[in-house]
C-alpha cells in the first residue's frame, strides 16, 4: 500500500517517521519472501499514540513489523503500511542487575551486552534471531529457558488505549511461543532483572549454545526458524524426522535436512511453496500422529 497523500507526509516529518516507498518485505524478513509496501520507519517511539491516529483518521491500515526473522508474508502489493522501529541508538541502560532495552534492539546482542556487565540467564537465547520485542511477543524460548523469566516491566504501546504504558510482568500472560499482548500492540521497551554471573561463565555457557545450534539447525539458510510449534509432549521436528519429510521439496521451499521444523528458502520459494508445504506436512503429521500441528511463524496472507 502506497502513502502518497500529502497530509500524510507532512505528518511523518513532524513525527520523525521516515518513510520507505515500495519496500520488498522478501529484503526485510529472513526467509526473503514477500510482497510491496511502504515501511514507516519510527525513530521516536513516544510519537506512536499520534501516528496510528493520523493514520486512522485517513482510514490506512496498518501492521507493525519487528525483526522479520518469525514472519511469512505473500507477495504482490500489500494491503497496509508497515510501522517498523529504528534501531538506531537502542543501547541497552544499566542499573545494578537491571537493564533497560528497547523492543528494537537485536536479541542477541542484548544478550552478549549484559553478558559484558556480567549479567547471565539469557544465554539460550544466544541464536534466537530478532529483535527484543518480537522475543518478548512470542515470548521467544530455546534450551530450558523463555525471555518472560527475566521480565520485569513492558513498555508498549497499548492500541486499545491508544497509549504507551509500563506493564508489570505479572500483569501480562506469558505462554509458550504465546503472550496475552492484542494483535495490534506495539513493543516499545522492557526491564529485565538477571543473575550476576561471572562473564567468563556467560561466554563459556553461550558457546556451548552457539555449538548446540549450529550443529542441529540450518543457521546458513534463509528461514523463520520453527515453523510448528511443539504439541504438548512431543516434538514436531522429531515427527517430521520420523516420517522421511526432511528434503522433501515443494517449488522453492524445502524441509531443512538438519532439523525437520525449519523450512528453509532454497530455490526463490514463494509464500505459496511455503504454504503449501506446510500444509503437507501438517496432513501427513495428523494421519500418522494424530497431531494437529499449529504455526509457530506468523502468517500475513
Ligand atoms: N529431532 C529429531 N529430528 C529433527 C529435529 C529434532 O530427531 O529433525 C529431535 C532432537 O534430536 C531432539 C528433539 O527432537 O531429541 C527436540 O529437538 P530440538 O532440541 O532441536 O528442539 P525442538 O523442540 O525441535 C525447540 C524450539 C526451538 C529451539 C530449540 C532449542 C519450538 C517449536 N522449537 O526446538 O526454537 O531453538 O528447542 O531449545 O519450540 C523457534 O522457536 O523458532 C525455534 C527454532
Avoid at 9 to 31: I, M, N, P, Y
Avoid at 70 to 83: A, F, H
Avoid at 123 to 143: D, F, K, T
Avoid at 239 to 253: N, P, T, V, W
Amino acid at each position: 500500500m502506497r502513502v502518497e497523500n500529502p497530509k500524510m507526509q507532512a505528518a511523518f516529518a513532524e513525527l520523525k517517521v521516515e518513510h520507505r516507498a515500495g519496500e520488498r518485505l522478501a529484503d526485510w524478513t529472513s526467509l526473503g519472501v514477500g510482497g510491496r509496501t511502504d515501511i514507516l520507519v519510527i525513530h521516536e517511539p513516544r510519537h506512536l499514540p499520534e501516528l496510528a491516529r493520523r493514520l486512522d483518521a485517513e482510514a490506512i491500515p496498518r501492521r507493525f513489523l519487528g525483526g522479520g526473522s518469525n514472519l511469512l508474508v505473500r507477495e504482490g502489493e500489500l494491503p497496509w503500511v508497515l510501522l517498523h522501529l529504528s534501531a538506531k541508538e537502542t543501547q541497552p541502560e544499566f542499573r545494578g542487575n537491571r537493564v533497560r532495552v528497547a523492543a528494537a534492539a537485536d536479541l542477541g546482542r542484548t544478550v552478549t551486552e549484559c553478558a559484558r556487565r556480567n549479567l547471565g540467564g539469557m544465554e539460550g537465547l544466544i541464536g534466537v534471531p530478532g529483535s527484543m520485542g518480537g522475543a518478548l511477543r512470542m515470548n521467544a524460548g530455546a534450551y530450558g529457558i523463555e525471555i518472560s523469566q527475566f521480565v520485569k516491566t513492558v513498555t508498549l504501546y497499548r492500541a486499545a488505549r491508544r497509549a504507551i504504558e509500563t506493564v508489570p510482568a505479572e500483569a501480562i500472560g506469558f505462554h509458550y511461543r504465546h503472550t496475552s499482548f492484542d494483535a495490534d500492540d506495539i513493543m516499545v521497551a522492557a526491564e529485565l532483572e538477571l543473575p550476576e554471573r561471572p562473564y567468563e561463565e556467560i561466554r563459556a555457557a553461550i558457546k556451548v549454545c552457539n555449538e548446540k545450534r549450529r550443529a542441529s539447525q540450518p543457521l546458513n539458510e534463509k528461514s523463520a526458524g520453527c515453523i510448528f510449534k511443539n504439541p504438548a509432549g512431543a516434538s514436531a521436528g522429531k515427527m517430521i524426522d520420523e516420517l522421511g519429510l526432511k528434503g522433501h521439496r515443494l517449488g522453492g521451499a524445502v524441509v531443512s535436512e538438519r532439523h525437520g521444523n525449519f523450512f528453509v528458502n532454497r530455490f526463490q520459494a514463494t509464500a505459496d511453496d511455503l504454504l503449501g508445504l506446510i500444509d503437507f506436512v501438517r496432513q501427513r503429521i495428523r494421519q500418522a500422529f494424530g497431531h494437529e500441528l499449529e504455526e509457530e511463524v506468523i502468517v500475513w496472507t
